[in-house]
């Protein structure tokens, strides 16, 4: 705002002439009750729109409005990517993680460890066998779903050693001929 119109301003504030008419000014104006129909007659006419059909009674037909088809596209656009997504050829099983790679290792190297010891077990250790293969089996698992933790192939390893060295006692206590 500059000062011109600033002072200008000001000079209103201090007419007296000007305050008193506009303290007699109405609060509230109302429309004139014509306005409407003032209004309508001073707007263009509008274009004339079809006529519609009338039937016998109470019921008049509307005008038939094009339809827009839209959806079958799009649908059929859908249903295409659909398809291409369920047999597409690239879709592969993410690669196994390092840890997963490891873990397999690790039951490898296991699974050879158990085959080299003794067959003959002794009956009253199978339990405590079937336990630890039972939490090694789900370590795997847990680890199938969460390729990223570290700790469950630390378990696996405690797991698959606890197995081995009871696996061993059990070979021993067969072989000696003693039970617990």
């Known amino acids: 705002m500059s000062t011109h119109e600033t002072d200008h301003d000001h000079d209103h504030d201090h007419d007296p002439a000007l305050q008193a008419r506009l303290r007699a000014l109405p609060g509230q104006r109302m429309p004139p009750a014509d306005g409407w129909a003032r209004l309508a007659a001073q707007l263009p006419p509008r ?3 079809p006529a519609a059909v009338e039937h016998p009674g109470n019921v008049v037909a ?3 409005r094009a339809r827009r088809r839209w959806w079958l596209p799009a649908g059929a656009a859908l249903a295409a990517g659909l398809a291409v997504y369920a047999v597409a050829p690239w879709r592969q099983a993410p690669a196994p993680s390092v840890l997963q790679l490891q873990a397999a290792a690790m039951t490898e ?4 460890a ?6 003959a077990r002794a009956a009253e250790w ?3 066998l079937h336990e630890l293969d039972e939490s090694a089996a789900q370590i795997r698992a847990a680890l199938a779903q969460d ?10 390893k405690r797991t698959y050693t606890l197995r081995l060295e009871l696996t061993r006692q059990a070979a021993q206590a067969a072989a000696a001929g003693l039970t617990t």
Do not use: D, I
Not at 114 to 119: D, I, T
Not at 148 to 155: E, F, I, M, T, V
């Open 47 to 49: 274009e004339a729109a």
């Open 62 to 64: 509307l005008p038939r």
């Open 109 to 112: 190297q296991y699974q050879q």
């Open 114 to 119: 158990v085959a080299s010891l003794p067959g």
């Open 126 to 128: 199978q339990p405590a």
């Open 147 to 156: 390729p990223r933790a570290p700790h469950l192939l630390g378990q696996l």
